[in-house]
């Protein structure tokens, strides 16, 4: 299966690039409805392609997104963590999932990790968020849909090009 | 839609057992995270991480460095002119105050001198720029476009043209981290301009808001009142303006005032801060700052402050 491991490097992209949008200015309106678009890129490739992303590609997101942001180094690996593994767990049941299924699957996911980050703010001693945390995640289930489209094109490109894939 | 085979999955997964790696790797980053927020030891870990980010940041800062750059190189001579115009009158106002404050100036120092108490005159500061990249979307911490390269430290102050902006929090070799004064964490030491009346002004979450919680029901405050730095504290040099008293209310049964003020510096739409090393003269300044030298507390304060931090 990693006969050519270098053919992979398109979805690290896609990763690397979903957390780097993540710190893309918005304006303070926008900013509100940002959505959390590395976490979506984690979910879609641990469930679509299980065995070659899972755990340590979304720590590995997590804590890019860490320095990025400027947290406490760890805070968005273990959030990532939790729900990779949560996806790996289920993804034989929720990649089978009619679209508006799997979009209710990752609202859920989404908001998980909106509350471990939520919850690490608690005993981490940062003040609370606020709304924008919530209204985030609603954004990214709304906005499932257009990302997993976008996801598809790009792994069905991958697949074309090597059959072993998938 | 190939999906591959299931059974395929199945086995790479269970050789694995992603259940047990999840929780060795959620217990190690746990661990990480106490490190990291407890304790310093991770400052240069951190450090690197960052300067491995910094490309990135740039890349995303890019597109709007670029936009400024094509609006300077494209605007009209009439544009500019009038700009020029502007800025010259402004330079002459200033200067016109400037040439009071430069006597001013000697005659608080040779008043200090007399009191036998050290005087913090001028301070060097650095123009530097905020890079449009968005941090925490629920903190109000930015990026400066410079770095230990340019002597930045953690603890220095930043202000603009109008007031006061915030405080380095991390520095980094070309870039460093600011947190703004509004941000729910951030307090700083201020004082009423009017009557001295000490107090500190705490973030409020909201970039157009401060609030003055410890004020007494009995604090002389109006609205429209200016509080500036105290300079209690070190970090921030005194005098400088923070912000302007907007709301005081006192409710019943409550021992402290509700008191909140607008900042000065306009933090939602700056680019160009400035920082600042207190008590350190302009380079320009120092020949005709040499007497006030003489007292060597400040400057030496501030040059120690600058190596502490690597």
């Given amino acids: ?166 | 839609m190939a999906l591959g085979t299931p059974e395929s999955d199945q086995r790479g997964l269970r050789e694995s057992n992603p259940g047990l790696r999840a929780v060795i790797v959620c217990s190690l980053t746990i661990v990480l995270m106490a490190v990291d927020s407890r304790s310093e030891m991770l400052i240069d870990v951190r450090r690197l991480l960052a300067a491995a980010a910094y490309p990135v940041q740039v890349l995303i800062d890019s597109p709007v460095a670029v936009g400024r750059w094509l609006g300077e190189s494209l605007a009209t001579r009439s544009q500019l002119s009038t700009e020029n115009a502007a800025l010259r009158q402004q330079i002459l106002e200033q200067s016109g105050q400037l040439q009071r404050l430069a006597s001013l100036a000697k005659e608080n120092a040779r008043l200090r001198a007399l009191l036998e108490s050290t005087a913090k005159i001028s301070d060097r500061v650095l123009v530097t720029e905020i890079m449009s990249v968005d941090m925490n979307p629920f903190r109000h911490r930015v990026i400066v476009n410079k770095g230990t390269d340019d002597d930045v430290f953690v603890g220095q102050a930043l202000i603009d043209a109008d007031g006061v902006v915030g405080q380095i929090t991390r520095d980094r070799v070309f870039s460093a981290e600011a947190i703004l004064i509004t941000d729910a964490e951030h307090a700083l030491p201020v004082e009423i301009l009017r009557n001295r009346l000490r107090s500190i002004a705490v973030g409020s979450g909201q970039l157009d808001q401060l609030s003055l919680p410890f004020l007494p029901r009995n604090a002389d405050v109006v609205v429209g009142d200016l509080l500036v730095t105290s300079g209690l504290g070190g970090t921030f040099p005194a005098g400088y303006p923070v912000g302007t008293i907007t709301a005081v209310n006192s409710t019943t049964g409550e021992p402290f005032l509700d008191v909140t003020a607008r900042p000065q510096a306009r933090l939602n739409r700056i680019r160009e801060v400035l920082l600042i090393w207190p008590g350190d003269p302009m380079p320009i300044e120092a020949e005709s700052e040499a007497p006030v030298q003489g007292a060597p507390g400040p400057a030496a304060d501030a040059t120690a402050a600058a190596e502490v931090s690597p």
């Fill in chain 1, 1 to 166: 299966m990693s006969r050519r491991p270098s053919a992979v490097w398109p979805v690290w992209f896609v990763l690397l690039g979903a957390a780097a949008l993540m710190s893309l200015p918005l304006p303070d309106s926008l900013a509100l409805v940002r959505p959390a678009l590395a976490t979506m890129a984690v979910i879609y490739w641990t469930m679509m392609w299980p065995a070659r992303f899972g755990l340590a590609a979304a720590w590995l997101v997590g804590l890019t997104l860490d320095v990025l942001q400027g947290d406490i180094l760890g805070q968005h690996a273990l959030a990532l963590t939790v729900i990779a593994y949560i996806t790996l767990r289920f993804h034989l049941q929720i990649r089978i999932f009619p679209l508006w299924q799997l979009t209710g699957a990752v609202f859920a996911l989404l908001a998980l990790e909106a509350f471990i980050h939520f919850w690490i703010d608690g005993v981490a001693g940062n003040p609370p968020a606020g709304p924008g945390r919530w209204t985030q995640v609603l954004a990214g289930g709304i906005l499932w849909p257009v990302v997993m489209a976008i996801m598809d094109r790009v792994r069905e490109r991958l697949e074309r090009r090597d059959p072993s894939f998938g």
